[in-house]
T-cell receptor, first 113, second 110 residues
Framework: DVKVTQSSRYLVKRTGEKVFLECVQD?????MFWYRQDPGLGLRLIYF???????EKGDIPEGYSVSREKKERFSLILESASTNQTSMYLC????????????FGSGTRLTVV | GQNIDQPTEMTATEGAIVQINCTYQ??????LFWYQQHAGEAPTFLSY????GLEEKGRFSSFLSRSKGYSYLLLKELQMKDSASYLC???????????FGTGTLLAVQP
């Protein structure tokens, strides 16, 4: 069964901490994505990557950075966590091509206190 | 720009049929997806339409009209476990990424 695995289901961090969210996929997908999901706002794209060491800003990149050193792993970094980054974070991956949908990880619910 | 609209909430009765509509505006179109998301869980793929018409998959069907920028998801013989959010997403635009609507929260009542 193909999988996208996010390292933590729940995280609580303090304001100002550096936070790492890890995502690993075993499907050899080229593309990987980080979204945050908030009530009433839906899924908003933070960053995406279409190849190793490549990254592109999504719609809301401020306060975040990413790293993709290996094809299977895409990390989201909160340089200095703030309370407005409390959210559900979802990682996804896909093949390139029109018919390719996204496979999502189970999500990380991050609370910044 | 790109815009996707779907109702925020819907309520239906167990055993009934419900239709969830989605309208979209996008520059370039490479398909429309429907996802189901139960509370606290990841979205899971339901359907994909790229050509006009109806795609049927068991109790779920999805329809697309590209000229109208319109899709719907039809759920038949509703079950309590169908209570979830249903996300409409369009692939297109300059970067060919999936753009998601805010989702429709469906409550199935006994």
């Amino acid at each position: 069964d193909v999988k996208v695995t996010q390292s933590s289901r729940y995280l609580v961090k303090r304001t100002g901490e550096k936070v790492f969210l890890e995502c690993v996929q075993d499907m050899d997908h080229e593309n990987m994505f980080w979204y945050r999901q908030d009530p009433g706002l839906g899924l908003r794209l933070i960053y995406f990557s279409y190849d190793v060491k490549m990254k592109e800003k999504g719609d809301i990149p401020e306060g975040y950075s990413v790293s993709r050193e290996k094809k299977e792993r895409f990390s989201l970094i909160l340089e200095s966590a703030s309370t407005n980054q409390t959210s559900m974070y979802l990682c996804a991956s896909s093949l390139t091509g029109g018919a390719s949908g996204y496979t999502f990880g189970s999500g990380t619910r991050l609370t910044v206190v | 720009g790109q815009n996707i609209d779907q109702p925020t909430e819907m309520t239906a009765t167990e055993g009934a049929i419900v239709q969830i509509n989605c309208t979209y505006q996008t520059s370039g179109f490479n398909g429309l997806f429907w996802y189901q998301q139960h509370a606290g869980e990841a979205p899971t793929f339901l359907s994909y339409n790229v050509l006009d018409g109806l795609e049927e998959k068991g109790r779920f069907s999805s329809f697309l009209s590209r000229s109208k920028g319109y899709s719907y998801l039809l759920l038949k013989e509703l079950q309590m476990k169908d209570s979830a959010s249903y996300l409409c997403a369009v692939k297109g635009g300059a970067t060919n990424k999936l753009i998601f609507g805010t989702g429709t929260l469906l409550a199935v009542q006994p």
